[in-house]
């Protein structure tokens, strides 16, 4: 590989971030932007990954039990089963915590 860029037959872009030579001997490129977009992806499922782990801590130890007084008294187990689903789902969460726990309609979530 070093003799191939140092002979000057892979030429670097300024737009390319990775210059490799394949199985069959051709180059393939990656563009900076597409490395830039997945890099700035990554970024932000890590800040919804952290974000919803802190919400989780909140709601899991205080607004679980407005939103549904079944859970008042759960034990760890349980709140540890329900910990990813409510990473994953904290924004929806989060507006039912605030808005205390009234369905659309504005009725309780007791029947």
Not at 13 to 34: C, E, K, L, Y
Not at 66 to 74: E, H, Q, V
């Amino acid at each position: 590989m070093g003799a191939i860029l140092e002979s000057g037959a892979l030429e670097c872009h300024a737009n390319v971030t990775r210059s490799r030579v394949g199985r069959a001997g051709f180059a393939w490129h990656v563009p900076r932007i597409m490395a830039d977009n997945v890099a700035l992806t990554l970024e932000a499922a890590g800040f919804y990954a952290v974000a919803g782990f802190v919400f989780a801590l909140a709601f899991l130890s205080i607004g679980i039990a407005r939103l549904d007084p079944a859970a008042r008294g759960s034990g760890l187990g349980f709140r540890l089963m329900i910990l990813p689903g409510v990473m994953v789902l904290w924004p929806l969460l989060l507006v039912h915590w605030i808005v205390g726990g009234r369905a659309p309609d504005g009725k309780t979530g007791d029947s």
